[in-house]
Every structure is written in structure tokens, then in C-alpha cells.
């Protein structure tokens, strides 16, 4: 979608006015920051195939951007966060000079499906844990990532991004920082922490090549690793756990973590706070998950299921 088009420097600077000042007034999270410039250079370099601004840009020309990235097979869910960057683009705008007309009123965004999150069952867990070959450096730091996110419900975001001094093993917490840069204290339990210790008693040394990092998961090479190679970490283990790839996501570890709480009747507040969301609207998602499972019990075990 004219990809090698040059994005006007009024643009462009426009742009990182746009983020500088989201950021100092909202504190958004580097990923959002990262994902609202996509978004808005993506549409700036649209309109400048077109000779156009994005202050020159009407209603019209984001209805036929939108037409553009759906005929590419762009889903819904990237285009609503698109209207949600353009909108705050143009809200500012709005502040800055009242008679400007915001080209996005009165856009509604497009219809998302609620689709549940993915949780793998408790026994699919245990073999995605027990995947890693823990006799290696490598093998062990890796069961250590999977029993941290599965334990606190971290993001893969969270988890890459962990400062060792995050982690307080005498009182059995970690100091999370979540979306934008709110902190919270997570329990790990006592598997995850056992592993946690034999992880930084051999492991981490070998990899820290004499270094000292500052990142609690590190790489072959002694730094931190990123979301993607989490990722891959993650698919690979488990593949050998022979779980499909259907069953498989970046979150599946949190979604897991989260539908094995209420099965077992953790309290909906509590699990908000563990999640570190702002709602509990969104924490509710997970009581649709854990019904939908109890459904598939009742149906495959009961006489007249």
C-alpha cells in the first residue's frame, strides 16, 4: 500500500509531536507508542502517494484507506486500533487549533469479534512445562520462563523485560511493570520460585559469560532476550509437548493462568490485580472461558451430557 511513497517531513514531525506528547500526558507503553507511529506514518505515506497531508486528509480519504487495507486482507482489529490512533491524532489537533474540522468524528469503529482467549487444560500445561531439557543452560532457562509466565500471568512483553532486581525470593514476589508503566507485585509460587533458584544457581552464570546483566532471562550470548525469540521458545516446547499449534498464543500461558485461578475459585478482583488490569471488565473475559470449559465436562462425562 505504496510503501515506497516519502512521508512528508510536516508529517512526519507532526507525528513525533504527536507521540512525544501522548507520552509525557498518558505515560503509553513503548509498544503502543511503536504501534500509533505504524499506524500513522502507514496513512501519512498513503496520502503523500497522493500528494496529500495528513491535515489535509477528509473523512472520505480514511473511509477509502480503510476500503484499501480490507481489499489486503487487513482484519478489523488492525484497523480499529488505526481509528483509535487517528482519532487521538486528530483530538489534538482539535486542541491546539478549535477551528479544525477532526476528520474522524463521527467514524464508528469497526465491529470486532469477542473471541474467547485460548487456555490450554491443566494437563496440557504439565507437559508444556516438563518440554525443556533441563540438564542444559539453555533447557533450564527455558522451563524457567515457562513456569514464571505460567505462575504470574505474565505478558510476554513483561516477562522479557524483567530486571533481576524485580524478583524477591525471600518474600516469594515479583515487581511487575505492565501497560503504562503501572507496577504490580505477583506471587510466583513455590515451583516456579524452586526453579527460579536452580535457574540463577548454574544457568544464568553460564550464560552471563562473566557479565552482569541486568535482565533476569538472558540469551546464549549473555542479554536479554526478545518478545519474538520468547515466541519461538514457547511454539517449540510446545510442539514437543505435542500441543497443537491451534492451541498455541503469545498469551497462552497468561489465559491459562488466569481460567485455572477461577476453576479453582479464585476471586475475580483478586485476579484483576494479578493481571494488572485497569477493568474488570476485562478480567470477566476469563468467567466465559471457565464456563465454556465446564460446558465441554458436563457434555463429555455426564450420563446425559
Partial sequence: MDSTAVIAEADRASIDAFLERVWSEDGLA???????????????????????????????????????????????????????ALRRYYAQRTRNEPAFVDPTLLLDPPRLPRGLPKALSEREIEALLAAPDVTTPLGLRDRCLLELMYAAGLRVSELVGLPLAALNLRQGVLRVTGKGGKDRLVPVGEVAQDWIERYLASARPALARGGQPVVLLLTRRGSGMTRQMAWTLIKRHAQTAGIPASRISPHVLRHSFATHLLNHGADLRALQMLLGHRTLSTTQIYTLVAREGLKRLHATHHPRG
Fill in 30 to 84: 513503548a509498544l503502543t507508542l511503536a504501534a500509533y507511529r505504524n499506524d500513522l506514518e502507514g496513512y501519512a505515506r498513503w496520502l503523500a502517494a497522493r500528494d496529500m497531508r495528513l491535515l489535509d486528509a477528509g473523512r472520505e480519504d480514511i473511509f477509502r484507506y480503510l476500503a484499501v487495507r480490507g481489499a489486503a486482507g487487513i482484519k478489523a482489529r488492525s484497523n480499529a486500533r488505526l481509528l483509535s
